[in-house]
């Protein structure tokens, strides 16, 4: 594969539109092309929501996994029935390392307190417009690691529907549509690919 050289870049503008819930920018930046002596000036929104992260809990001997169901107003307004949407467990990093924040969110979410993650991959889920980086974690549970009945914090006003699946029908909610979040797809489709369950 061959790599075309990388456009110079340099910010000259950064304004505040929002910072209601998190922060929203409106950025000025010149861009001059490879090859090109004559730089653009273009501007973008950027939504700054901090970095997240999320895992997979899988069980080889029961091949089973563990995700969540919440409202998600988004998913919503933008046709989404109920705005009701089956995940992985995910958080924002808020001051936290990424394997600290996905510990808390892991019992906060699903009641399962589990000591050995792994992380697997981080990615930009949505480098147009969004900044966040999520990083993507796997770890085994038992019944052995629940120590509370999960479902968030009320403080937060999460509702969270903690669901026990069988591997395989997770795996097919998939091309059934009733799984439609990229990050909880993409850690289906690596424990797929790498026969963790």
Not at 5 to 31: A, C
Not at 103 to 113: F, I, S
Request: hydrophobic share 35%; net charge negative.
């Amino acid at each position: 594969m061959k790599v075309l050289p990388s456009p110079g870049v340099v910010v000259t503008g950064k304004q505040l539109l929002s910072d209601n819930w998190y922060k929203l920018y409106k950025y000025t930046f010149e861009i001059t092309p490879p090859g090109s002596t004559t730089a653009q000036i273009q501007s973008r929104e950027a939504y700054d929501r901090g970095n997240g992260a999320t895992i997979l809990l899988y069980n080889p001997e029961n091949k089973s996994v563990i995700l969540t169901r919440q409202f998600r107003l988004p998913t919503y307004i933008n046709g989404n029935t109920d705005g009701m949407l089956i995940e992985t467990c995910a958080g924002l990093l808020d001051q936290d390392n990424a394997e600290d924040c996905i510990r808390r969110e892991t019992e906060e979410e699903t009641g399962y307190r589990v000591s050995h993650v792994r992380k697997i991959f981080e990615t930009y889920m949505s480098p147009g417009s969004v900044t966040e980086i999520v990083h993507f974690f796997v770890a085994e549970y038992s019944h052995a690691h629940k120590v509370n009945e999960g479902g968030g914090l009320e403080e937060e006003h999460e509702n969270i529907q903690v669901l026990e699946l069988p591997f395989e029908e997770a795996y097919a909610m998939i091309g059934s549509g009733a799984i439609r979040d990229g990050k909880t797809i993409m850690l289906l489709q690596y424990a797929k690919l790498n026969s963790l369950v």
